[in-house]
């Protein structure tokens, strides 16, 4: 029992140090310091409201995909980059010529 009551003291006095810099003295939390990102909602590309962002280039052309299709995201504009073969696809990566690298595959109709 002595054991697993210092241990259990140990993690509570881990814990209360992690979170107690992140605490305000009204015991809200404290509102993290504004980084060197913007969020930007990128859209989808169709009613499906589902989207995956994979890769950014230093231009801030964003590639992931959307709706099971690839897409190029550039001046606020979400383009389909629609796939190679098949009926899925994402785009993966994208390097600072614009050059996209990305898969497609083949699903099962159902």
Known sequence: MTVSRSWS???IATLALILLPTLTMDGQRAAAPPGPYVVTDLGTLSAIQSAQAY???EAGH???YAASHPFLWQDGVMTDLTTVAGNRGQALAINNVGQIAG???IAPRT
């Open 9 to 11: 003291a140990a993690f």
């Open 55 to 57: 890769n950014i280039n």
């Open 62 to 64: 964003v590639v992931g």
């Open 103 to 105: 898969s497609s595959t």
